[in-house]
């Protein structure tokens, strides 16, 4: 099992920018691709981005996608999510997540540790 903890968000006005990055321990980060998500109040968790085990894929949101950048650091075992230009509707919790090899890199029942989150607030 793979324990994470997200970190960055926080409170930024549209146009922003803000990191947010994820710490793993437990097993074997490299193990893993891992993805982040994000739930807002009322709505369902949506997909942003996901990498692979060792950097080389990426997959985006067509909601993020030239906003949005996912990478990571095996040697530091995170996974960090830059987010440039932000907008309100970016505000949510967001979370990271590894992913299960195998499924599909877009969909929450693909992954299966979780964080517990950290909330991005994106103000006009």
């Known amino acids: 099992q793979v324990h994470l903890v997200e970190s960055g968000g926080g409170l930024a006005q549209a146009g922003d920018s803000l990191r947010l990055s994820c710490a793993a321990s437990g097993r074997t980060f490299t193990l893993y691709s891992m993805g982040w998500f994000r739930q807002a109040p009322g709505k369902e968790r949506e997909f942003l981005a996901a990498i692979s085990w060792g950097g080389g894929v990426t997959h985006y949101a067509d909601s993020v996608k030239g906003r949005f950048t996912i990478s990571r650091d095996n040697v530091k075992s995170t996974v960090d999510l830059q987010m440039n230009n932000l907008k309100t509707e970016d505000t949510a919790v967001y979370y990271c997540?590894?992913?299960?090899?195998?499924?599909?890199?877009?969909?929450?029942?693909?992954?299966?540790?979780w964080g517990q989150g950290t909330q991005v607030t994106v103000s006009s």
């Open positions: 997540a590894t992913r299960i090899v195998g499924s599909g890199w877009n969909v929450g029942y693909g992954y299966g540790s």
